[in-house]
Nanobody, 129 residues
Framework: QVQVVESGGGLVQPGGSLRLSCAAS????????IAWFRQAPGREREWVSC????????YYADSVKGRFIISKDYEKNTVYLQMNSLKPEDTAVYYC??????????????????????WGQGTQVTVSS
């Protein structure tokens, strides 16, 4: 069964760091686009970062560039989101999402929620003093 499960959320002070994990099962990260989204209360789900499905190119939303880093561990079949220099506006539920490789996603992963087939349950990140 194809599944992704997030973990690692919690409470952190502004300027602090947190690492989220997305454990994948039932498929290989080699053949899927993987994305991180987040959703704050009362707001639409927002794309944060992703890996393309083919060459593994990394992409970031402007709001997190220079602060967040997406990475893969193929041995553990896990994707990580290292979040540094956290700001209160980063507070949200963070979701991991996956989609099988397509021609369109080989080099460029989608920023659209509708492009992803599988979603995790979400993990809460709260940035506050």
């Amino acid at each position: 069964q194809v599944q992704v499960v997030e973990s690692g959320g919690g409470l952190v002070q502004p300027g602090g760091s947190l690492r989220l994990s997305c454990a994948a099962s039932g498929f290989s990260l080699l053949y899927y686009a993987i994305a991180w989204f987040r959703q704050a209360p009362g707001r639409e789900r927002e794309w944060v970062s992703c890996f393309s499905s083919g060459d593994g190119s990394r992409y970031y939303a402007d709001s997190v560039k220079g602060r967040f880093i997406i990475s893969k561990d193929y041995e553990k079949n896990t994707v990580y989101l290292q979040m540094n220099s956290l700001k209160p506006e980063d507070t949200a539920v963070y979701y991991c999402a996956a989609a099988p490789r397509t021609t369109e996603s080989y080099y460029h992963c989608s920023e659209s929620v509708s492009a992803y087939n599988y979603w995790g349950q979400g993990t809460q990140v709260t940035v506050s003093s």
